[in-house]
Every structure is written in C-alpha cells, then in structure tokens.
C-alpha cells in the first residue's frame, strides 16, 4: 500500500520525463486496480478507486503540473471513475463522484 501512496505522490507531481511519467501512471492504474482486486468489500474498492480519481484530477487542476503531463492524467481519469461509479452501492458514494464530476465540468480551464 505504502508503494502505491509514493507511487501516487510521483503521479500527482509530475517530472520533465514523459516516458517515466507513463511508466509511473501505468504502475499506479495497475496497483490501484491490484489493491481493489484484494479488498472484499465494495465500499473499500470504491474509496481506493475514489482517491485514484482524486489524485489524477488534482492534477490535471494543478497549474504548476506540465501541461502534457495534466493531459496524460486527464486521458486516464475515466478508468477510475468507471471503477469507482461500478463499486458506488449507497447514495453518499454517488453523491462524492457526483460532486467531483459537478466540479469537473464546471471548473474553468487550466490552459489544457
């Protein structure tokens, strides 16, 4: 777990490199998927595809992120949130990505 959190943390930041930036967002998508896959609960597969969601969005929002790299994460924000709207069971799981997916198309621009 600690792994997919610094995994994570290269993610949402970024580096000048955009083939280890791929190989860095492969891996976490991977890992997220592969620590859900252990979990029995779907309230848990759900907050760990939430939080992938979160991550990827925070930073395609971040203008101090590479404008390549904000795309990159943004081409891959639908795969947690498919995942996550299939393992959101109750109105407050719906509710959260209804919120995040609010601020998605309402947000303005950060010069994509």
């Known amino acids: 777990m600690s792994s997919i959190r610094h995994t994570a943390q290269r993610v949402r930041i970024g580096y ?9 967002l492969k891996n976490y998508l991977d ?19 939430k939080n992938a969601v979160e991550v ?4 395609v ?13 943004l081409d891959h924000l639908y795969k947690p949130l498919l995942k996550a709207e299939c393992y ?15 601020d998605m198309n309402t947000r303005r621009p950060v010069d994509l």
Request: aromatic share 8%.
């Open 61 to 73: 929002c971040d203008p101090l992120v590479g404008r390549q790299w904000r795309r990159v994460c």
């Open 56 to 59: 990827l969005y925070e930073t």
């Open 16 to 24: 000048k490199d955009d083939v280890l930036n791929t190989v860095f």
């Open 88 to 102: 959101a069971h109750n109105e407050s799981d719906r509710i959260e990505l209804a919120r995040i997916k609010i």
């Open 31 to 49: 890992g997220v998927t592969c620590v859900a896959n252990l979990l029995l609960r779907d309230r848990d597969k759900f907050s760990v595809y």
